[in-house]
């Protein structure tokens, strides 16, 4: 048992170690996010961004009715990328209600192009998980 247990803090000392030794050689490139048209000149990009979503959420979603008149109520999961043209493509919808996913889906599919997300200064596809409260 001691040898076991001597093993094991050697083992994490070497870790810990090796750890300190890559710390020069580290390459870092900055990630930018997705500019939505109308936020290119604000100082915080990002909140422009969840600003316009929101709003474009509240001004597009199209709430439906069961077969009662009732509304259907839930919540709708939406994984998406901004791709490297800028345009919005939805990988998935998870939720309960068939008709709130498809409604999500179209939602999201209906965002205008914008400016896309770079590294290294290179377009890139920026991934979301968006969720959406019905």
Not at 17 to 40: M, T
Not at 93 to 105: C, H, I, M, Q, T
Not at 128 to 133: A, E, Q, R
Request: glycine content about 8%.
């Amino acid at each position: 048992m001691k040898k076991l247990l001597i093993i094991v803090v050697m083992f994490i000392g070497f870790t810990g170690f090796a750890q300190d030794e890559v710390k020069g050689n580290k390459v870092s490139s900055k990630e930018v996010a997705p500019v939505w048209k109308g936020c290119e000149d604000s100082s915080d990009k990002k909140a422009c961004f969840n600003k316009m979503l929101m709003q474009h959420i509240k001004e597009n979603i199209k709430y439906s009715k069961n077969s009662e008149g009732e509304w259907i109520r839930g919540k709708a999961t939406v994984s998406m990328k901004v791709n490297e043209e800028g345009k919005v493509v939805v990988n998935s919808v998870d939720g309960k209600s068939p008709v709130l996913n498809k409604e999500a889906k179209r939602l999201m599919e209906s965002i205008p192009e914008m400016t896309p997300g770079k590294l290294a200064g290179k377009p890139r596809a920026i991934k979301y998980t968006i969720p959406i409260n019905f």
